[in-house]
């Protein structure tokens, strides 16, 4: 067992809306990623989403309301709330998920993800 550093993790991959898998505890996997750019209109039906802001902004847009996240600040999704994230520049997010989420919860696109790699 070894210490985390998430700047070092977050060095070792640029690609967008690819999150990568850094540990896993209790059924649950802590993800990092960067955002940039629009993601798609999606759900999770069955699972809660938590986004932790490390750098940047980010928007989520839901279908009545639009939150601002910046860095420090988190926010948790419900399970079966339509939402799209919206980076204007890049911003680095720490995603708490279950083990069995699908990135595009229930829509597959190009973007779905499956398996995380890990780092």
Known sequence: MKAINLLEKFQLFSEHWTPKKIGELNGQQVLLAKLKGEFIWHTHEHEDELFLIIKGKLKIVFK????ELNEGE???IPKGIAHKPI???EVHVLLFEPLEIKL???ITSNLTVKTFETI
Do not use: K, V
């Not at 009545?64 to 939150?67: E, F, H, L, Q």
């Open 74 to 76: 988190m926010y948790i």
């Open 104 to 106: 595009t919860g229930n």
């Open 87 to 89: 980076a204007e520049e």
């Open 64 to 67: 009545d309301t639009t939150i």
